[in-house]
């Protein structure tokens, strides 16, 4: 799978728009992004996955770009529950191997 | 929502003690999986479990670990004599199937084993 690199943190406004950024330069054309967010010692959460297509659901939107070298995850009105370690893997769909978790990002939303 | 559901929720231990932690998978879901998180550390695959076999498993997995699907819902990590090292959170995890079907993994919410 795919190297990723995260910031190890940002900050946020309570209500603005998240955007936290992954870098996967290497990602190859069978790999997709999938982003999972750890709250505070609970288990890690699945947050949306996508290929090279623009995301949306409930939880958030995610950004590819064209080369697919790099994506953002948008959480569009950040609450203080979002607070959360959040974690960018790139794998390849259809395999049910592991997920490899780095550092990922954690974000702290400010009231 | 369906979950996947951990106990006990914390655990302590005497070392060279045998711990067993248990975890109820999703109930269509087919593929089942142990991480640990040591604290302050980060997540760390352990073992997958297919069709009642190991698929893969990581270093960390040595002969001290062995995992067990004893019934149609029950999914068991057995640590045989527990070392100070052991203590993390374990977290169980299980998804549906591979392919579009594998849309992401559901995990539990962990079970804090303390080795003292």
């Known amino acids: 799978d795919a190297k990723t690199t995260q910031p190890p943190s940002m900050d946020c406004a309570e209500g603005r728009a998240a955007n936290l950024p992954c870098n996967h330069s290497?990602?190859?054309?069978?790999?997709?992004v999938y982003w999972y967010r750890q709250i505070h010692s609970q288990g890690p959460q699945y947050i949306i996955h996508g290929l090279k297509n623009n995301e949306t659901n409930e939880m958030a939107s995610l950004i590819i770009t064209e080369d697919r070298k790099s994506s953002t995850l948008i959480l569009p009105h950040a609450t203080l529950r979002d607070t959360a370690v959040y974690y960018c893997i790139v794998r390849v769909d259809g395999s049910a191997r592991q997920l490899t978790f780095g550092s990922g990002t954690q974000l702290t939303v400010l009231p | 929502e369906p979950e996947v559901t951990q106990t006990p929720s914390h655990q302590v231990t005497q070392m060279g003690q045998e711990v067993i932690l248990r975890c109820v998978p999703i109930s269509n879901h087919l593929y089942f999986y142990w991480y640990r998180q040591i604290l302050g550390q980060k997540v760390e695959f352990l073992v997958s479990f297919y069709n009642n076999e190991i698929s893969e498993k990581s270093e960390i997995f040595d002969d001290q670990f062995s995992v067990e699907r004893p019934d149609g819902s029950n999914f068991t990590l057995k640590i045989r004599s527990t070392k100070l090292e052991d203590s993390a959170m374990y977290f169980c995890a299980s998804t549906r199937g591979t392919g579009r079907q594998g849309i992401g993994y559901t995990f539990g919410s962990g079970t804090r084993l303390t080795v003292v």
């Open positions: 290497t990602i190859s054309g069978n790999e997709y």
